[in-house]
């Protein structure tokens, strides 16, 4: 795919730079001709011309408005050499000439005097029309200038000699690709649709969190039906004229409709397509509303044709677009492309995997089961860092070592080897970190225990456990949540255990265990004294709550207190449970951390080994 060439230099500024030069050169004739050209006079200070005066030897005098000429008396008082000098504000030169009886005049206008009267009528509107059609061609002749902020900004990729995308370039999301492979066949096909009286939907809306492909999906659409394809963003259409967003959407319509079929993609649908209810304008007149009323207009209005434009719209936000726009006739096919699943990921892997040199102990398989959660713009990204890194070891290909690092670097942040801790720092966050991965790897469903690691990281972490899941999860029961909490609070147990205080290490975890015993209790029902009810308004995003808290609905003091009483006992309950499993296994916390310390990171077998001598105080009462 390769965007249309422009043409480089339009004729509107051609014409205004010809005027330009030409103005410019009249101007510097008029100026400068005559005093390169005309004759030589020497020049005087005007008190040498006052002295010459009184002294009777000046016998002709010429005024002009900025030049005296004079003519000096020869030694036979016949007129001689001619003179100049500059004149100043005298009233008294009149009477001296008069009283040394000099002859003296105003001098003549110039010959070119009408030369410049043609001049100062013809310059003016000469620079005025340069300068002009200089704005107009400034943003390159086209749709950018001056005068053309009615034209639509759309970039428009059109069949070339370049590689275009296909589906073949897109992964993760094949339930995506199912669905728009219909528009494809619409598009490259469409009297096979209309035979049977069926209509292809006019707009499709690609929904789904940043990073998951849309805008690379509508692109595979255009290369796959190999029709041309309309980009723009909705904040293009926005501008400061007021009307300009709403004629910025005819032009576009009216360029896709000439070159019918064809696809016009509008990333980030939600700058314009807020729902009007909502409060975000506030008035008719509104800029953002004259817009999108023209989009609806233009999809599926009084004036609307039968030529073949489709029109897909991506954003993250569906929640906040305006309903006119989501009925049938307009976006009435909604596709979601989700974050991918682990056979996704590795597909995604194996794509961005082509464009780097891999070596033999590559396993994307191992990579992906170690990114649950990542985007395909996520894995891309850890391709690239993966790359980077064995670049700056001077390899020539890149190991799995670097992906584990790559990994690690985009989930816990840049290893901050300069950030140097005293020994009794490093030896708190050495057994804070054991207490993670000892309360963790007994938990259900917490996934395992891969590193532990007391090298500082990202912008706070002095220390990591890093878990990683042995299968893609969607639900989670309350067994499992109150196990993730306990894990979470691991680190400050093992701290009260061995040195009896706690230190300001554990706020991160002790507010992820808040908000997620918050969310056990007033969002997924698991409260046995406030029964089955939702205090929050809104959904999560998923079960572990991604997209940040929902403010809680209005609730009596009385259910306050009980909603924070469960909370405060869910929290505490996962506290004794990790003091309990860490007292049980006090000797083996000791050796652990006491190796750490040694070496700073342990992983693979060797911490898989001793995390399988881990004791469950239930086990240990039964006399297992």
Not at 294 to 320: C, H, K, S, Y
Request: with cysteine; charged share 25%.
């Amino acid at each position: 795919m390769s965007i249309k060439d422009k043409p480089q230099q339009p004729r509107s500024r051609l014409i205004g730079n010809i005027l330009l030069l030409v103005s410019g050169g009249f101007l510097l004739v008029n100026l400068f001709l005559p005093q390169l050209f005309g004759p030589q006079i020497p020049r005087v200070p005007y008190s040498i011309f006052i002295e010459q005066v009184q002294d009777g030897n000046v016998t002709r005098v010429s005024v002009g408005q900025d030049n005296i000429r004079y003519q000096l008396k020869d030694e036979n008082g016949q007129p001689g050499q001619i003179l100049a000098t500059t004149p100043i504000f005298d009233l008294e030169l009149p009477k001296r000439l008069e009283e040394k009886g000099v002859e003296f005049a105003a001098a003549p206008p110039s010959n070119n005097g009408w030369f410049s009267s043609l001049l100062s009528w013809i310059i003016p509107p000469l620079i005025f029309v340069g300068i002009w059609q200089f704005f107009l061609g400034r943003g390159g002749g086209g749709p950018q200038g001056a005068l053309s902020i009615t034209k639509s900004k759309a970039k428009v990729y059109v069949e070339g000699e370049s590689a275009k995308t296909t589906f073949a370039d897109v992964a993760g999301v094949e339930e995506a690709k199912v669905e728009l492979a219909e528009i494809v066949e619409f598009l490259k096909a469409p009297q096979r649709f209309t035979a049977i009286g069926a209509r292809i939907p006019k707009g499709v809306l690609l929904v789904g969190p940043p990073g998951t492909g849309k805008t690379l999906m509508a692109k595979a659409v255009a290369g796959e039906a190999g029709v041309p394809f309309f980009s723009i963003s909705g904040s293009e259409f926005v501008e400061l004229f007021v009307g300009a967003g709403a004629a910025r959407v005819r032009d576009l319509f009216e360029q896709a409709k000439k070159k019918a079929p064809c696809i016009v993609f509008i990333d980030e649908l939600d700058a314009i397509g807020k729902s009007r209810a909502s409060g975000n304008f506030m008035g008719g007149n509104d800029e953002r509303e004259q817009t999108l009323n023209q989009l609806l207009t233009e999809m599926d209005g009084f004036a609307a044709t039968e030529a073949t434009v489709i029109v897909l719209a991506a954003t993250n936000r569906p929640e906040t677009l305006d309903p006119a726009l989501l009925r049938p006739g307009r976006f009435d096919r909604q596709v979601l492309v989700d974050r991918p699943d682990l056979s996704g990921r590795q597909a995604i892997l194996e794509i961005y995997a082509r464009k780097v040199k891999l070596g033999p102990d590559i396993d994307l398989k191992m990579i992906a089961t170690r990114t649950p959660g990542f985007a395909g713009a996520d894995l891309a990204n850890l391709v690239n860092e993966a790359a980077l890194l064995a670049a700056r070891s001077r390899r020539e290909t890149v190991a799995q070592a670097d992906f584990s690092e790559a990994i690690e670097r985009v989930v816990a942040g840049l290893e901050k080897k300069s950030r140097v801790l005293n020994e009794k720092e490093k030896k708190i966050v050495a057994y804070h970190e054991v207490g993670h991965a000892l309360v963790g790897s007994l938990m259900p469903g917490g996934g395992k225990v891969a590193k532990i690691s007391i090298v500082p990281r990202g912008m706070a972490a002095l220390g990591y456990t890093l878990q990683l899941p042995t299968e893609d999860r969607f639900l989670m029961d309350e067994a499992e949540l109150r196990g993730q909490i306990a894990t979470l609070l691991g680190g400050r147990s093992a701290e009260e255990v061995v040195f009896g205080s706690i230190t300001t290490g554990a706020s991160n975890d002790l507010q992820r265990a808040t908000d997620l015993a918050e969310r056990m209790v007033t969002t997924y029902g698991m409260s046995k004294v406030l029964g089955p009810l939702a205090y929050e308004k809104g959904q999560q995003n998923s079960f572990l709550g991604e997209g940040g808290m929902n403010p809680r609905r209005a609730v009596s003091p009385e259910t306050a207190k009980a909603i924070d009483g469960e909370v405060k006992e869910i929290v505490e309950n996962a506290h004794q449970q990790a003091l309990d499993i860490l007292n049980q296994n006090r000797d083996l916390l000791e050796e652990i951390a006491q190796r750490i310390l040694e070496v700073e990171v342990i992983e693979g077998d060797q911490l898989q080994n001793l995390l399988a001598q881990v004791r469950s105080p239930e086990k240990v009462a039964a006399g297992v």
